[in-house]
T-cell receptor, first 115, second 111 residues
């Protein structure tokens, strides 16, 4: 497809379980970002990947959160031992490159509900 | 990224122009002014961005004050589909940090 895609669109899990969220960026985009948006709140930056460089993990809220990007394309955000406060919409965005414009193209998000 | 200030909400009528203000008094010379919007149940969507000069595209216009301490997003003829939260964000050109989203302006369009 032409845009950023994310899967699953919805995920319900029990407290303490691990979850994996997937992001397929726009083909050719070298930068990839993860954000989360809690109910009624603004977007919170989590992590950033640029090409083959080490990711900027400065926004990850705890060591239960991790992300990887394989082959410079698809990314997976993993949350271990989920807690109820992890419930949010997790958004992925990609960008052509870090220099050109800083424009980001967002996916539809994954709504995570931790029971 | 420098901070921006926007009204919490605004209301307008369909087919009328809408002017969404944003204050960014601490903007630096290398900060670009970006506008994104988020429709209900969707991810944010890029609207427009600029540095010093006013900008126009198919979605909107961006009017930037001469001192760059404020800007206005202009929707020339609002439709019901323009109802969304509009975010004004400053971003250094080439900045690698994630976008810093504030609370934005909730735009309500009345039919």
């Amino acid at each position: 497809g032409a845009g950023v895609s994310q899967s699953p669109s919805n995920k319900v899990t029990e407290k303490g379980k691990d979850v994996e969220l997937r992001c397929d960026p726009i083909s050719g985009h070298t930068a990839l970002y993860w954000y989360r948006q809690s109910l009624g709140q603004g977007l919170e930056f989590l992590i950033y990947f640029q090409g083959n460089s080490a990711p900027d993990k400065s926004g990850l809220p705890s060591d239960r959160f991790s992300a990887e990007r394989t082959g410079g394309s698809v990314s997976t955000l993993t949350i271990q031992r989920t807690q109820q406060e992890d419930s949010a919409v997790y958004l992925c965005a990609s960008s052509p490159d870090r220099v050109a414009s800083g424009l980001e193209f967002f996916g539809p998000g994954t709504r995570l509900t931790v029971l | 990224d420098a901070k921006t200030t926007q009204p919490n909400s605004m209301e307008s009528n369909e087919e009328e122009p809408v002017h969404l203000p944003c204050n960014h008094s601490t903007i630096s010379g290398t900060d670009y002014i970006h506008w994104y919007r988020q429709l209900p149940s969707q991810g944010p969507e890029y609207v427009i961005h600029g540095l010093t000069s006013n900008v126009n595209n198919r979605m909107a216009s961006l009017a930037i004050a001469e001192d760059r301490k404020s800007s206005t997003l202009i929707l020339h003829r609002a439709t019901l589909r323009d109802a969304a939260v509009y975010y004004c964000i400053l971003r250094v050109r080439g900045g690698a940090d994630g976008l810093t989203f504030g609370k934005g302006t909730h735009l309500i369009i009345q039919p």
